[in-house]
């Protein structure tokens, strides 16, 4: 390869200067590419521009689709813009852009105003993440019952790592239910809740994934358990909400339920 | 590590870019209406779930040929060991044909443009791009293949043509060329040059892959858009690649207004007839 002409900036300001470009400044590129016969330089570079915010604000539509058709595609388009002045990706996969798209709805304005959207996107957040979550064998039933009945009150568990916590406090997943129900249809706005509701969210075997609110005391008894305390302490736990007698056959009937869903990996004895 | 001739009988013919639009068409399909698979690495880079596990379908039914996006091996920020762990361990896992990614840098400082940027043709990328390829070689255990990218710009300081500047990056990296005959049409248009010249001057014995793709014409312009089907020109374009190179596994790219998975077997059905009457040719 022959030598290189005078005049020829380092590699790394170049590139420097194609993303400030790319960014949004006019002059960083200016006398670096050639124009040809049939476009001049600005509609060149312009490519590699426009395609910039329009790549990433697809990727943003995949992963937060019902955010999307709650905003609209010009306001959804105008938020990927601000989004990625502000959070410009850093991440080798586009996967991970939006990250932290619900943190950035909370704080600013105009979106901060409606917080309910910033809900949908960290529950979008969420779901995306329960469906490519790494994969565990899930316990079954049978594992369960051939636990010695020495080994319970000391038992231990692990959670699948596809089941997550989503505490709401807009009535968001009924929200993201029905818009996948209806259409064209005007969908009724999120409401605020009288207290907060927690969700699991996590992936079938088959895939697909899943959520369903807790009842309080099953929320707090997961809490616990996902901090691993024992069986005993998670019975006595529930006594805050259930008559003592009930609450060890209520302990049961919960694990049973989470093993039955797939969210248990592992019941280990102390 | 094995040198492009050695091009292993598994990875032969006639190709698809796998997408998720058709995939479970496409796997079920028991009269496997294609050779190979091509799957984007990137799409596989997730901790686990309904991506792997289609992964190892597609692994069960078809050998594969492993295309990545985020490699940037011609930008100046030091090499992204996250991404190179992670691809090494994909690669571990499904065996691919090859690994293949883009002769361009996608960032700089931190910040990933997440296009295919195209890197000045000068003496300091050669020497820069060569000393990243043997490491990433070496970390990956196993040679890579670049491609040749679509550009939009020209840098006016570059110092030769692009294809001088492909064939001095593989020879002073010893690695492979996966040759877009599209993206050699695309550049050639929107740099007013010859894509003859373009196939003349490619190392031929270097080259183990052909991408073909449709694309959208600006007038002024070509965007490699990969929403069309392929045009005339390009299958032309095909039949001099192969009759200069000889045959290599190629296969269609469609990465955006996908059609009917019918459509794009057409595509290659007819990929298979210039490929067989080129040759054919070829060896007359």
Known sequence: MTASRGNTPPLARVQADFIAYIRGDDA???GKTRATRKADAETLLGVYRNAFPLRLIEALGANFPRLKSVLGDADFDRMGRAYIAKTPPRHFSI???GDRLPEFLAREKPWREAPAAAELAGFEWALAAAFDAADAPALDIPAIAAIPPQDWAGLTFAFHPALSIFVSRWTVPEQWNALGDAGDNEVPRPQRRESPVTFALWREAEGRTMFRSLAEDEARMLAAARDGQSFSLLCEGLCAHVSEDRAGPRAAELLRHWVEQGWVTEARAA | MQNAAATSQRFAGLGLGLRTDFQAELLDDASRPVDWL???TEN????????????ER????YPLAMHGVSLSIGASDELDMDYLRQLRDLARRIEPEIVSDHLCWTGHAGINSHDLLPVPHTEEAVAHIAGRVARVQDFLGRRIALENVSSYVDYSFSAVPE???LEAVAERADCDILLDVNNIYVSSFNHEFDPLDYLNGVPAKRVRQFHIAGHRNNGSHIVDTHDHPVIDPV????AEALRRIGPRPAMIERDANIPPLGELLAEVGEMRRVAARTLAERAA
């Open chain 1, 28 to 30: 960083a590129m200016a």
């Open chain 1, 95 to 97: 996967r991970w852009f």
């Open chain 2, 38 to 40: 091509e799957v984007l």
């Open chain 2, 44 to 55: 596989y880079l997730v901790p686990g779930g309904p991506p792997l596990a289609n992964l």
């Open chain 2, 58 to 61: 597609a692994r069960a039914r």
């Open chain 2, 163 to 165: 294809w001088e500047f």
């Open chain 2, 235 to 238: 299958w032309r374009l095909f």
